[in-house]
Structures are given as C-alpha cells and as structure tokens.
C-alpha cells in the first residue's frame, strides 16, 4: 500500500474536501468557509488535516478544543473518499490527530456520531481505533437520529 500523507489543510484543498464532505453527506460543504474561516485566520486551536495518497486528498479531519474543559478535544469532522474506504486512512488521521494531541498534554478525546443504522460502519470504526461509547443523547440530530458521543483517553 502506497504511504499515507498527512498534512495541513491549504485552501486549495477545499474544493477537495467539499466533495469528501458532499460524498460522505456530512454537512452541507457550503459551511466550509466558514467553518475554515478561523482556521485560516491563524487560530491554532483549529485542526483541519487532510491525508492522501500520491499527492491526492482522500481524508479530511477537523478537531478542535472543548470549551470550558482542561485538554478535552472533539473531533468534529472526519471523512475519507468513499472509494477509499477501508484502506487506512481515516484510522491514519485519527492517530495522527491522537499522537499530536498527546504530545500537547491533551487528556481525553471525544467523536460524535449518529445513531442511526446508515451510520452503524462509522460506529464500528471508532469500536475498531479503541473508543469507548460513551453516550447517546436520544433524538439529538432529529427524530429517531441519537447522537452517540465515542471517548478515547489520551493519557
């Protein structure tokens, strides 16, 4: 398998990651440039990574700080290139996300998901990389769509 790279989001990534967004039915990838706004600004409590293989953007991540809290982070977006799934990316940029936070003396990191069976493979996923389901909050996103809140201690 060809190396995985993983780097800082340039804007020239975001017509890339908008189709990831899009192929993955995230969010709606109009709220990228605002979602990236700070990020590009200069605010280092935003993460956004991209990874690929051979120069492409396959993978995408997000994570920032959890307000209020001492080192608790949340990834709040993670999404790989269909096509590519399965192939190691999506666990590459967690660990990347997992190992820098580390080394900054985070202490817990969170990822939020639904409940729904459309999502039972993101689910088994996080299962996979070693986090724990730490909550549902019913009805979260709409009716009969919980939201499930995965935890991974970091230290």
């Known amino acids: 398998m060809t190396h995985i790279a993983i780097r800082p989001l340039a804007r020239g990534d975001l017509p890339c990651v908008a189709h990831l967004v899009d192929a993955n039915a995230m969010f709606p990838s109009e709220m990228l440039a605002d979602m990236t706004a700070g990020y590009f600004a200069g605010d280092p409590s935003q993460r956004w990574i991209v990874a690929g293989r051979g120069g492409a953007v396959e993978g995408v991540a997000y994570t920032v700080p959890e307000p209020l809290t001492e080192g608790t982070w949340n990834t709040l977006c ?45 689910r088994g996923f996080y299962d996979m990389l070693g986090y724990e389901r730490e909550a549902r909050i019913r009805d979260y996103y709409s009716a009969g769509d919980d939201k499930i809140v995965f935890r991974k201690a970091l230290v």
């Open 78 to 122: 993670i999404c790989v290139d269909p096509a590519a799934h399965g192939q190691g990316i999506g666990a590459a940029l967690m660990r990347h996300i997992e190992d820098e936070l580390r080394k900054q003396g985070a202490r817990v990191l969170l990822v939020e998901t639904s409940g729904t069976p459309a999502f039972e493979r993101t």
